[in-house]
Every structure is written in structure tokens, then in C-alpha cells.
């Protein structure tokens, strides 16, 4: 693992950078955490998606919150400070900061020896899937795959709704929601996969019989079989797209 830093137009954002055994030059990957930020079981997640054959860079998405504590996903949400302090930090990370974000960090992918390629992939969890998303269509030369799992926000009334950026993404799409979600339902899963379809988009968009926080391990939901599932399908995915 090398941990660095990358500039961004509002500071300098600390990222960590997994790769694979052996000499590389490997595609590139960017992993978008939940909304509980970068924290151990992300570094672990990482480290799993590098063993796959990528380079894959995992960065702090709330920078801009100089010194925050993390957060312990087992209390945060019953906790009334803690969470309303999360959503204050969710609050920072809007679709513009998102793209403005990525293209610095496949600017920095792009100048690393142990990259390959121009175009990349990206994945993300919760608050990251939907990152994955916009950075999709926000930032569409660049991405060449994009996978988000149990990503709420995909589809919504409002004018920068990542489901409307469709007609601009040219990566290929996974998405993969999560069962009683309200931030993701079959009937949003339903207007995705059409705007994609219409779009000309190659695409999945599927909810796993598991609950929302399925992939994480340091979430209470977090179920082995689903998480197994959502590998083979970012294998797949990035195979496709990036090789690998």
C-alpha cells in the first residue's frame, strides 16, 4: 500500500494507493467508500479488489472536513450527534465536488508507473455507489466501468438525478441494490435500467436478496453470500472492461 496525496482544486485529498503482487502496470480502479468515509474495512476491501489484478486508489472523500473522526458504523445512526454529524459531511460531497475529485484522481492514476491505460474503473458503496455514478456521466472520457452497490440516490426528483446523466455515460454499468431500500426500489431500479436501455448503455442494474450494507464487513448487514456475489460481478464487470 503507498499512501500519498492528490490535489484538488479545494486542498489536498490523502489517498491510498493497493496493487497487486509483481511488477504491474495494472488498470486502474477508484473505490468510493460508504458514507461512514475511509476506514479499515476499506483498506481491506481495496487490498481484496487489487489481489484481482488492479490498481486500485482509495481516497479520503471528505478532505475537506480537516481532522474528522471516523465514525463506528455499529452506533452511528442511533447515536443522534453522530449521525447528524455524518449527514453534515454527506452534505459536503455534492455531484460537482465528485467530478472535479475524479478527474484529479485519474490524473493521478494516469502519471503512476503501476497504471495502465487512460480509462478506468470505478466503484463505490452506499453514498460511493452513487458517487460511481455521477463520476459515470459527469466524467465519461475517463471511466470505463462503473459498479455501485447498495447506492441510494440513483434515481430522484431533482435536476442533477445521476439516473438523467445516462445519455452521457459511455462505460460500461453495473448496479446492484439492495432489498427494502428506500434509497434505491424496484421501481427505481426499473426507471435506471430504462434510462440506460434508451441510452444504448451496456448495463445491469439488479437488487440482491440482502440488505442495504450487504458488501461492507463492518456493517451490521453485511452478508457473506451477497458480498461473495458482488466480487464476482466487479471481476466480471472490470474484466470486461478494463482486462486485467
Known sequence: MI???????DGDCPVRLFTPEGSGPWPGVV?????????ATFDDMAAELAGMG???LLPDVYYRNAGWAP????TVFADAGERSRLFSMIGTVTPERMATDAQA???YLDARPEVRGHRFGVCGYCMGGRTSLVVAGRVPDRVAAAASFHGGGLVTDDADSPHLLADRMTGTV???????????????????????????????????PAAHGFAVPDNAPYDADAAARHWAAMREVFGGALGG
Open 54 to 56: 488492479y490498481a486500485v
Open 105 to 107: 484522481f485519474f490524473d
Open 71 to 74: 465514525f463506528d458504523m455499529a
Open 31 to 39: 473505490m468510493y467508500p460508504d458514507a461512514g468515509g475511509v476506514r
Open 174 to 208: 453495473y448496479v446492484a441494490g439492495a432489498e427494502n431500500d428506500a434509497g434505491f426500489t424496484p421501481e427505481h431500479a426499473v426507471t435506471l435500467d430504462e434510462a440506460l436501455s434508451a441510452a444504448g448503455v451496456t448495463h445491469t442494474v439488479e437488487i440482491y
Open 3 to 9: 499512501t500519498d496525496t492528490v490535489a484538488t482544486p
